[in-house]
């Protein structure tokens, strides 16, 4: 009884978790920067990968659902509820880190990357540090054939939580902004070291993106 008791709490706490989320982010009052961006590679039925600071996720994930893509989640209790959350926005989930299950992880990316599904990517995720960029939206756009597009994101008001990202939630019927870079495309044929390079300057651009997102 006591594990049935847990299991209806449990599905119940999912259930009233996904309806505030909805509710949020649909209160919202979302700018979107250079959003032709978007439009141009939806137009030309062209995938990308989309990559966006963990601390700001909820933004991007909400803006994008619906929309064909694929998302990468950590395999802990807190990816659990993303990976949930995802589904009902109806994103095909795969679950890995760079910590753990990673590079089965970013194998499934690049092929579903390969058979149309565009990328959802938090590469400071899931652990930080925090606005350092991971080399995994690289990589899959690399091996993939794929552009990356870099999406920095505000709130006129929002809630920091007390966790290693300090994770932003926005509060209701605030003003959001979500502000999109040029496509980047990878050239297959770079070595270790300019990969490397060009990593350094996704992590650049995605921060001037972040700060310039800011200004509501």
Known sequence: MK?????????????????????????????KINQEVIDELQQKNQNYVLAFWHS????PW????????????????????????????????VRGSSSKGGDVALGIMVDLAKNKYSIAI??????????????????????????????????????KLN???????????????????EPIFVNSELSYEETSELIKKCEQMLNELQDSALNL
């Open 163 to 181: 966790s290693w990202d300090s994770f932003e939630v926005p509060k209701f019927f605030s003003r959001a902004k979500i502000v999109y870079s």
């Open 3 to 31: 594990k049935v008791k847990q299991s209806i709490l449990r599905l119940l706490g999912n259930f009233f978790l996904k309806t505030a989320i909805n509710l949020l982010c649909k209160s919202l009052k979302i700018e």
């Open 122 to 159: 938090t590469p400071d995720g899931p652990r930080g540090p925090v606005r350092q960029f991971k080399a995994g939206a690289v990589i899959t756009a690399k091996k993939s054939g794929i552009p990356v597009v870099l999406a920095g994101v505000g709130f006129s008001k929002k809630i």
């Open 56 to 59: 700001t996720m909820l933004l």
């Open 62 to 93: 909400y803006v994008h659902r619906n929309q064909n893509f694929a998302a990468l989640t950590s395999l802990s209790k807190d990816g659990d509820l993303l990976a949930r959350q995802l589904k009902s926005w109806n994103y095909k989930v």
